[in-house]
Nanobody, 117 residues
Framework: QVQVVESGGGLVQPGGSLRLSCAVS????????MGWYRQAPGQQRELVAR???????NYSDSVKGRFTISRDNAKNTVYLQMNSLKPEDTARYFC???????????WGQGTQVTVSS
Protein backbone atom coordinates (compact mmCIF):
# COMPACT_ATOMS: atom_id res chain seq x y z
CA GLN A 1 0.00 0.00 0.00
CA VAL A 2 1.20 3.47 -0.89
CA GLN A 3 0.69 6.24 1.64
CA VAL A 4 0.10 9.75 0.33
CA VAL A 5 0.15 12.67 2.76
CA GLU A 6 -0.52 16.29 1.86
CA SER A 7 0.48 19.35 3.87
CA GLY A 8 0.80 23.09 3.53
CA GLY A 9 -2.78 24.25 3.25
CA GLY A 10 -4.22 27.15 5.20
CA LEU A 11 -5.90 30.52 5.06
CA VAL A 12 -4.39 33.15 2.78
CA GLN A 13 -5.50 36.52 1.49
CA PRO A 14 -6.25 37.07 -2.19
CA GLY A 15 -3.03 37.63 -4.08
CA GLY A 16 -1.05 35.59 -1.60
CA SER A 17 0.93 32.39 -2.01
CA LEU A 18 1.03 28.91 -0.55
CA ARG A 19 3.13 25.85 -1.21
CA LEU A 20 1.56 22.44 -0.86
CA SER A 21 3.64 19.32 -0.31
CA CYS A 22 2.78 15.70 -1.00
CA ALA A 23 4.92 13.00 0.56
CA VAL A 24 4.67 9.46 -0.83
CA SER A 25 5.71 6.41 1.16
CA UNK A 26 7.70 4.78 -1.59
CA UNK A 27 9.85 5.79 -4.48
CA UNK A 28 7.94 7.81 -7.03
CA UNK A 29 10.77 7.68 -9.49
CA UNK A 30 9.77 6.46 -12.95
CA UNK A 31 6.62 4.56 -12.06
CA UNK A 32 4.33 7.26 -10.83
CA UNK A 33 2.60 10.18 -12.43
CA MET A 34 1.75 12.69 -9.72
CA GLY A 35 -1.16 15.08 -9.71
CA TRP A 36 -2.89 17.70 -7.63
CA TYR A 37 -6.66 17.82 -7.71
CA ARG A 38 -9.10 20.05 -5.87
CA GLN A 39 -12.69 19.86 -4.82
CA ALA A 40 -14.85 22.74 -3.64
CA PRO A 41 -18.11 22.14 -1.75
CA GLY A 42 -20.82 20.96 -4.13
CA GLN A 43 -18.35 20.66 -6.99
CA GLN A 44 -16.70 17.72 -8.70
CA ARG A 45 -13.04 16.98 -8.09
CA GLU A 46 -10.97 18.55 -10.83
CA LEU A 47 -7.40 18.21 -12.00
CA VAL A 48 -5.22 21.18 -11.14
CA ALA A 49 -1.79 20.05 -12.28
CA ARG A 50 0.05 16.87 -13.22
CA UNK A 51 3.68 15.90 -13.59
CA UNK A 52 4.99 12.67 -15.05
CA UNK A 53 8.25 10.90 -14.28
CA UNK A 54 10.03 12.56 -17.18
CA UNK A 55 9.12 15.98 -15.81
CA UNK A 56 6.48 17.01 -18.31
CA UNK A 57 3.67 19.00 -16.76
CA ASN A 58 0.16 20.08 -17.58
CA TYR A 59 -2.19 22.50 -15.86
CA SER A 60 -5.82 23.41 -15.86
CA ASP A 61 -6.53 26.65 -17.67
CA SER A 62 -7.74 28.24 -14.45
CA VAL A 63 -4.32 27.97 -12.76
CA LYS A 64 -1.95 28.20 -15.71
CA GLY A 65 0.65 30.86 -15.12
CA ARG A 66 -0.06 31.02 -11.38
CA PHE A 67 0.61 27.50 -10.10
CA THR A 68 3.72 25.38 -10.55
CA ILE A 69 3.99 21.66 -9.90
CA SER A 70 7.37 20.07 -9.25
CA ARG A 71 8.73 16.80 -7.94
CA ASP A 72 11.76 15.79 -5.92
CA ASN A 73 12.26 12.11 -6.67
CA ALA A 74 15.00 11.78 -4.06
CA LYS A 75 12.54 12.89 -1.36
CA ASN A 76 9.51 11.15 -2.87
CA THR A 77 7.74 14.48 -2.67
CA VAL A 78 5.69 16.59 -5.02
CA TYR A 79 5.02 20.28 -4.55
CA LEU A 80 2.42 22.72 -5.76
CA GLN A 81 3.51 26.34 -5.61
CA MET A 82 0.42 28.53 -5.75
CA ASN A 83 0.83 32.24 -6.43
CA SER A 84 -1.64 35.06 -7.02
CA LEU A 85 -4.32 33.09 -5.23
CA LYS A 86 -7.95 33.96 -5.83
CA PRO A 87 -11.06 33.26 -3.76
CA GLU A 88 -12.16 30.78 -6.42
CA ASP A 89 -9.07 28.70 -5.62
CA THR A 90 -10.65 27.85 -2.28
CA ALA A 91 -11.04 24.07 -2.12
CA ARG A 92 -9.69 20.93 -0.57
CA TYR A 93 -6.58 19.93 -2.46
CA PHE A 94 -5.77 16.26 -2.97
CA CYS A 95 -2.58 14.60 -4.10
CA UNK A 96 -2.77 11.66 -6.47
CA UNK A 97 -0.08 9.08 -7.19
CA UNK A 98 -0.77 6.97 -10.25
CA UNK A 99 1.21 3.82 -10.89
CA UNK A 100 1.41 4.01 -14.66
CA UNK A 101 2.29 0.32 -15.08
CA UNK A 102 -0.50 -1.06 -12.91
CA UNK A 103 -2.91 1.81 -13.60
CA UNK A 104 -3.66 2.10 -9.90
CA UNK A 105 -4.37 5.38 -8.10
CA UNK A 106 -3.51 6.32 -4.55
CA TRP A 107 -4.99 9.38 -2.85
CA GLY A 108 -4.22 11.42 0.20
CA GLN A 109 -6.76 12.84 2.64
CA GLY A 110 -6.40 16.33 1.27
CA THR A 111 -5.44 19.70 2.67
CA GLN A 112 -7.75 22.70 2.86
CA VAL A 113 -6.88 25.92 1.07
CA THR A 114 -9.01 28.96 1.83
CA VAL A 115 -8.47 32.25 0.03
CA SER A 116 -10.30 35.05 1.77
CA SER A 117 -9.78 38.55 3.06
Amino acid sequence: QVQVVESGGGLVQPGGSLRLSCAVSRSIFRLYAMGWYRQAPGQQRELVARIVSGGSTNYSDSVKGRFTISRDNAKNTVYLQMNSLKPEDTARYFCNARNVDLKVDFWGQGTQVTVSS
